[in-house]
Nanobody, 123 residues
Framework: QVQLVESGGGLVQAGGSLRLSCAASGRTLSTYAMGWFRRAPGKEREIVAAINWSSGRTLYSDSVKGRFTISRDNAENTVYLQMNSLKPEDTAIYYC????????????????WGRGTQVTVSS
């Protein structure tokens, strides 16, 4: 498994931006897909975005498409989530996760998880 540590959460007004970071250690990520998930109060955890580490192929949930961008830095072993045009409904705990299959499209394939970082968007 990979050790993951998220950072960058905080409080922002609607329409603002935040960038989340996830530092990975413990294993090479060349075969992995890395994903960002979120859990809003009273809701199920949902995938937000994922990226194949090797190819850079990305996928996004419909709710964030066009507003959020996932990227990775190979040298820093870090994955980012740039969040623009934030809405109150984006308020959630955001988790970074690793999928050793490389696909990134099935939540049950992610076997490494960070502790999460809180994002709060005020109206």
């Amino acid at each position: 498994q990979v050790q993951l540590v998220e950072s960058g959460g905080g409080l922002v007004q609607a329409g603002g931006s935040l960038r989340l970071s996830c530092a990975a250690s413990g294993r090479t990520l060349s075969t992995y897909a890395m994903g960002w998930f979120r859990r809003a109060p009273g809701k199920e955890r949902e995938i937000v975005a994922a990226i194949n580490w090797s190819s850079g192929r990305t996928l996004y949930s419909d709710s964030v498409k066009g507003r959020f961008t996932i990227s990775r830095d190979n040298a820093e072993n870090t994955v980012y989530l740039q969040m623009n045009s934030l809405k109150p409904e984006d308020t959630a705990i955001y988790y970074c996760a690793g999928d050793p299959t490389g696909w990134g499209n099935r939540e049950d394939a992610f076997d490494s998880w960070g502790r999460g970082t809180q994002v709060t968007v005020s109206s």
